[in-house]
């Protein structure tokens, strides 16, 4: 039987996850991944195996109270009969928010939670969730070592001009200040960078994760310069149903004209937002391109349009730029999107090779073009078992 580490990355109402196999000094196997979706609602968990084939799928009935911690128990139960109780070894969670103190992988306890749990004001939508999840699997596993490994941790580099907030100092005492997440993608990609372009990786590059959460990073040498999100998740490009950067004289608009309160901003803000606001129909890229609604090409464009304008902003952050790179859901299939954001760069030197991005190739630039331009598949489970492995099982050092 292998030893598995079993990843969580809990939201508000699902749980990615995935089983990897402990392999010493080389990468995690993925065995496993799957979900549970629509908590809160009705429930639905289903495990694939690393080809995508359906291994098991349970529903529950609508209006189920089932919480996180309930639903976790079909999890744990359906690994112990796929893999035997001896196998699983350890957990390792994203945990949004690490604060200034956290930003490498640590061994959780119950002082430590009740310390990450201080900085849910920082993440309200994402903090408790994730932490919810940490203290079920203590319940239901008592024994089980659990590894936190933070989305902010890959952006403690950034320069202090690049992480201050133009506020009263006190604030920024406090720890109101520029953070970044989607590290764990971004520590992935720089990874994988590496191994595909070494010359590239070693240079000044810029990554876009476009998925339904979106963000760029600006590194160097594998290292965040900059990125797009800041203090939340809120910051930065347009997305699936998050604002991105937005003047704060209109928040407080929105409270003195319409008199909208706090909760209502927040939902706002986080859910009715992006895409979905800007087109009214959907979040979802796919259903935006497949839309001749004037509004949805709207939508497209100001997706597109941001995305370009914090390149160029980035650019300026490294002093320049040798690559770029696309990844999540949209960065890694939406070619279209890819496409209109290059052509938008074309003062950059950034040539589109076609036919290479039709078929989401790994390199989808032209042989001249100055910048060159990579698509490559993020994988923060991977990232999330390397970590883990590295803080529980140093000796079997696995390669990130
Ligand atoms: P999450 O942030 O939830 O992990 P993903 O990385 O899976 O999200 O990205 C979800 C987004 O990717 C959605 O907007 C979806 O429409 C888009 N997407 C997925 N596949 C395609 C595709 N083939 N073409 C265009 N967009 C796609």
Redesign the pocket.
């Given at each position: 039987m292998p030893q598995a580490i079993l990843t969580l990355n809990a939201g508000s109402s699902s749980i990615k996850f995935a089983l990897h196999e402990m392999e010493p000094g080389t990468r995690p196997r993925r065995l496993s991944h799957g979900q549970i979706e629509d908590i809160g609602n009705a429930p639905h968990f289903v495990v694939r195996d690393a080809d995508g084939a359906t291994l098991t799928e349970q529903r529950w009935p609508s209006g189920s109270a089932l919480d996180h911690a309930a639903l976790l128990t079909p999890l744990l139960d359906w690994i112990t009969g796929h893999l035997g109780v001896e196998s699983l070894v350890a957990v390792g969670h994203r945990i949004v928010h690490g604060g200034n103190a956290y930003y490498r992988p640590v061994r959780l306890d119950p002082a430590l939670v009740v310390e990450l749990a201080r900085l849910s004001p920082l993440a309200p939508l994402h903090q408790p969730h994730n932490l919810a999840a940490v203290r079920a699997i203590t319940h239901l596993r008592p024994g089980l070592p659990q590894v936190a490994c933070f989305d902010t941790a890959f952006h403690h580099g950034m320069a202090p001009t690049v992480t201050r907030l133009a506020l009263p100092r006190r604030f920024t005492d406090e720890g109101v200040r520029r953070y970044g997440f989607h590290g764990l993608s971004y520590e992935y990609l720089a990874g994988r960078l590496r191994e595909q372009a070494p010359t590239l990786a070693s240079g000044r590059v810029i990554a876009a994760h476009l998925?339904?959460?979106a963000s760029l990073c600006a590194m160097h040498d594998g290292r965040s310069v900059d990125t797009t999100m800041g203090f939340t998740a809120l910051d930065g490009l347009v997305m699936?149903t998050r604002c991105g950067n937005l003047d704060p004289g209109a928040l407080l608009y929105l409270q003195q004209v319409h008199g909208l309160s706090v909760a209502a901003v927040e939902h706002m803000l986080y859910h009715d937002s992006g895409?979905l606001g800007v087109s009214g129909i959907s979040?979802?890229?796919?259903?935006l391109?497949a839309s001749s609604d004037v509004h949805a090409q709207e939508a497209i464009d100001l997706f597109v349009f941001r995305i370009a304008r914090e390149v160029g902003a980035l650019t300026s952050s490294l002093g320049g730029v040798d690559g770029l790179v696309f990844s999540?859901?949209?960065g890694e299939?939406?070619a279209p999107?890819r496409a209109a954001v290059c052509a938008r760069l074309a003062w950059l030197g950034i040539t589109c090779d076609d036919d290479a991005n039709a078929a989401n190739a790994a390199l989808i630039s032209t042989p001249d073009s100055r910048v060159q331009v990579r698509v490559i598949a993020t994988d923060e489970e991977s990232m999330i078992a390397t970590h883990t492995i590295n803080v529980l099982y140093p000796t079997s050092r696995a390669t990130p």
């Open positions: 998925g339904n959460g699936g895409l979040n979802d890229m796919r259903t391109l999540a859901g949209i299939r939406a999107i």
